[in-house]
């Protein structure tokens, strides 16, 4: 069965934050360690963040709201 918006939508947040947890042990998390991360594109996870609405970007640098 194909999957809703929302579930895709869930899916996206929920790998941007394990992503984000993984990347966090590092210290200071960036857009960069993030696309490594999940194989997908700048601005595929500037998307994603801005749709996640749990995270912000400044100066490449992504944090927790």
Same mark, same amino acid.
């Given at each position: @069965?194909? $999957?809703?918006?929302?579930? /895709? @939508?869930?899916?996206?947040?929920? =790998? !941007?934050?394990?992503? %984000?947890? =993984?990347? $966090?042990?590092?210290? =200071?998390?960036?857009?960069?360690? !993030?696309?490594? %991360? !999940?194989? /997908?594109? &700048?601005?595929?996870?500037? *998307? %994603?963040? $801005? &749709?996640?609405?749990? +995270?912000?970007? @400044? *100066? *490449?640098?992504? +944090? &927790?709201?």
């Amino acid at each position: @069965k194909k $999957k809703s918006k929302e579930q /895709k @939508k869930k899916d996206r947040s929920d =790998a !941007l934050i394990m992503a %984000y947890d =993984a990347c $966090k042990v590092d210290g =200071a998390v960036t857009v960069s360690d !993030l696309c490594d %991360y !999940l194989g /997908k594109s &700048e601005d595929t996870i500037r *998307n %994603y963040v $801005k &749709e996640t609405k749990q +995270f912000e970007i @400044k *100066n *490449n640098i992504v +944090f &927790e709201v």
